[in-house]
């Protein structure tokens, strides 16, 4: 078939390809949630009209049909680290019939002093039931890390193709500039198993020597769960006689609370324990005095939101100490809007001076004031 033929046959046919691109990254994302895979983002393109023409002139008399071209549909799959790219490889492999004689793993291909684009191409047969109209067509499949990705998009965007493109006097550069990719690259995944192995650990540390443990989101995270902030929220949640929430979806909850206790001056879960364990009856007097008075920002939950005892226990500080103000507080948390914000610290100080302050009558739980 001439190229103006193959050209309009495929414009005609194109609605039947978007069809097949939409249904192929329906398809590989289902794969890889199936998987468990954490994967930047999968994408899908269908080649434009033009770019076949220019494609059928560079290369004249090589595609006969349309299924000869195996690039009209395109899909790319980004992972975050470079070790997943095998990994959602041998996935497309296990489910998909690959034609082995036009894909290339460019993993394998570049010389030991070589760096350029380093992924994999697969090119697969559509299964029957994913397009009628195109059963058994052949597109193309992707694989790249993220930093992959943006080697090759940048060299594409320069217009070197291969290295044998590449000027004489600028290759050494860039040589040079794909190795420290091809190094972030390790140290990402370097990054990813010391997060992984620190999370693991975390029990044992927090039982084994809780003041070599600093507060950040992950150790948080953990101590939400786990005695004594859960004990003081279950208190709490009982002494309000309604339900401590469990599954609560907020991941930025655990960074916020970490960024308040720092605010108030405790880094380490040592630390952090022997204060909660010295505070529990004002944590919890206060608490029950206070949240009553503030419904409208936590009942609509249904229930107490875990970690909410360590935000009386700051706000404690805050109140006790004048060098903190209860407005960080409050800002750190999210609490409430700008013109909120100052009813907010009244009602806080004025539950804090009626049930722990100095004006606090005589035999109040009040008796040992937290520290300045």
């Known amino acids: 078939m001439e ?12 609605p039947d390809y978007e069809q097949l691109r939409d249904a192929v990254v329906a398809h590989v994302t289902r794969l890889l949630e199936g998987a468990g895979l954490n994967i930047h983002h999968v994408t899908g393109r269908v080649k434009r009209p033009a770019s076949l023409a220019d494609k059928l002139r ?67 047969r559509a299964e029957p039931d994913l397009v009628p109209g195109l059963p ?26 291969n290295p044998q493109a590449v000027p004489r ?9 794909a ?29 084994e020597e809780p003041e070599s443990v600093f507060i950040d989101a992950q150790s948080m995270t953990y101590l939400l769960g786990a005695p004594p902030i859960h004990d003081l929220d ?12 469990s599954g609560w979806p907020d991941p930025e909850r655990p960074q916020r609370l970490a960024s308040l206790l720092h605010h108030v001056g405790v880094r380490s879960v040592g630390l952090l324990q022997k204060e909660l364990a010295r505070h529990q009856a004002e944590v919890q007097q206060f608490g029950v005095a206070l949240l009553p008075r503030l419904r409208a920002l936590w009942s609509p939950a249904g229930g107490l939101r875990p970690g909410s005892s360590v935000v ?19 800002s750190l948390l999210d609490l409430s809007d700008p013109g909120a914000s100052g009813r907010m610290v009244q009602t806080v100080r004025e539950v804090y001076d009626r049930t722990l302050g100095p004006s606090a009558g005589e035999g109040q739980a009040s008796g040992n004031p937290l520290p300045g």
């Open 3 to 14: 190229s103006a033929a193959l050209v309009e046959a495929y414009r005609e046919a194109l």
């Open 58 to 124: 560079r290369k004249p008399g090589r595609y006969a049909c349309l299924d000869d071209v195996t690039d009209l549909v395109g899909v790319r799959v980004i992972t975050y680290f470079e070790k997943d790219v095998n990994v959602v490889a041998r996935l497309m492999e296990d489910h998909h019939v690959v034609d082995w004689d036009n894909s290339i793993d460019k993993s394998r291909m570049h010389d030991p002093d070589r760096f350029g684009y380093l992924g994999v191409h697969y090119v697969l």
């Open 136 to 161: 058994g067509v052949r597109y193309e499949v992707q694989i790249r890390s993220i930093l992959q990705h943006a080697w090759a998009e940048i060299e594409h965007d320069l217009g070197y193709k």
């Open 169 to 177: 006097e600028v290759r050494r550069r860039f040589y040079r500039l």
């Open 179 to 207: 190795g420290l990719l091809e190094m972030a690259d390790e140290e990402f995944m370097a990054l990813h198993r010391m997060a992984r192995d620190y999370a693991a650990t975390l029990p044992q540390r927090i039982a």
């Open 234 to 245: 279950l208190d709490l949640a009982a002494g309000l006689h309604v339900p401590l929430l």
């Open 312 to 330: 009386q226990y700051a706000l404690l500080r805050a109140c006790a100490n004048p060098n903190f103000d209860p407005r960080e507080v409050i």
